[in-house]
């Protein structure tokens, strides 16, 4: 399954990659994928289904909140919700994920509560979940820093003699960076059990792809001695199968696997950009007819597995989700200015002492400020 690149083949190319559902929710077959969900049944296609639609609901309501001055930034996931809901599908309990700050799916998916998703986002937490309870570290904001982390927890698996994998996702922009090559030549070296998820949804904030690389950036893994696949990272099904793939791959002995899910990001790269700038409209219409979810949902419809109940079904499920993402968001307390210092270091700090004591007598200055004059 090791990608094999040439020089025809664009790293914009978006037609050559593997697939299991077309755009127009039809069923292909790809040797290299189709093996990997032949288990897959109506009612797994349903879950996978209203998981998508819940994780673009959320999506959609912590844009909202942004806008409406409840959370200081969000980074919408539109459009690539297939890639991070088929492959967390595919992780298994005690694995453990490594994220970006746009991964919603997989926080979802792997067990995460409305509150543990708004929290750091509106300033009152550092995390908004304890990882140990999920199986997912704290989502990392330095680009591409976790695929080192990843294999670090990845070696220290092997150490322990257990068969538990990692997940370091990624985009394509983290792929510019030495973390994420430092971290390939540590996996490959030690033959750790880790999966590289590299979501390219096209732009690095606001740089195209093409410019970052002139061939997939699959085509990469193979020099430092890991086999890799490219898929349509808008079909959840390829994406379950090549994550399982790669899964199994890490998990039996044979060292890390990496996957390139080549998907589209719908909306800015985070709340604080405009995507309008550095993109025409054409390009995202054309994108959106290869939407994810209307693609699942029309191969359900030709299965027998879509009606109206089932899509109210999951409308509501969804809405409930934000509700309780919206509850969470406007009911959280705030805690006092200098808690921002509290669990920052698991040890007494003087470094953070002394930072503690200087902002304290800054926000005292403010008090001095306030008082009447006699």
């Known amino acids: 399954m090791t990608h094999t690149q040439t020089a025809s083949e664009p790293a914009t190319d978006v037609d050559d990659v593997a697939r299991v559902v077309t755009s127009d929710g039809d069923r292909v077959s790809d040797p290299r994928l189709s093996p990997w969900i032949a288990d897959v049944d109506l009612e797994t296609l349903r879950g996978l289904y209203r998981d998508m639609v819940v994780a673009r609901r959320l999506d959609a309501e912590g844009v909202a909140l942004q806008r409406q001055g409840q959370l200081g930034l969000w980074a919408p996931c539109q459009g690539q919700e297939a890639v991070q809901i088929g492959t967390a599908r595919a992780l298994r ?6 994220t970006s700050y746009r991964e919603l799916g997989v926080f979802v998916t792997r067990g995460a509560a409305p509150v543990d998703l708004v929290v750091s986002w509106r300033g009152e937490e550092h995390s908004g979940f304890d990882p140990y309870d999920l199986g997912v570290a704290t ?12 294999v670090g927890y990845a070696m220290g698996v092997q150490r322990d003699g257990t068969d538990q994998v990692t997940a370091a996702y990624f985009g394509d922009g983290a792929t510019s960076e030495g973390d994420v090559s430092e971290a390939l030549v540590f996996a490959s070296s030690f033959q750790a059990p880790v999966v590289f998820v590299c979501t390219n949804n096209q732009y690095a904030i606001s740089e195209p792809v093409s410019v970052q690389a002139k061939f997939p950036i699959a085509g990469r893994a193979p020099g430092f001695g890991i086999p890799s696949l490219r898929i349509d990272g808008n079909d959840v099904l390829a994406s379950l199968a090549a994550m399982r793939w790669a899964l199994d791959h ?9 996957i390139e899910a080549v998907t589209y990001r719908m909306g800015p790269h985070t709340t604080s950009d405009d995507p309008t700038r550095y993109r025409d409209q054409d390009e995202v219409e054309r994108w959106r007819q290869r939407d994810p979810i209307a693609r699942l949902e029309a ?70 400020a306030e008082e009447p004059a006699r």
Do not use: K, M
């Not at 808690?339 to 270091?345: E, I, K, L, P, S």
């Open 93 to 98: 309990a005690d694995d453990f994920a490594f």
């Open 139 to 150: 989502p990392q904001i330095i680009i591409g820093a976790q695929s080192l982390h990843a």
């Open 250 to 258: 890490a998990r039996s002995g044979r060292g890390p696997a990496f």
């Open 299 to 368: 191969l359900l419809r030709a299965e027998g597995g879509f009606d109206d109940e089932f899509a109210q079904a999951v409308a509501s499920a969804a809405d409930e989700w934000a509700a309780r993402l919206r509850h969470a968001c406007l009911n959280a307390p705030s805690r006092e200015p200098l808690g921002v210092f509290d669990h920052v270091y698991a040890e007494p700090h003087t470094g953070l002492d002394e930072q503690r004591r200087q902002y304290a007598a800054y926000l005292a200055g403010f008090e001095a």
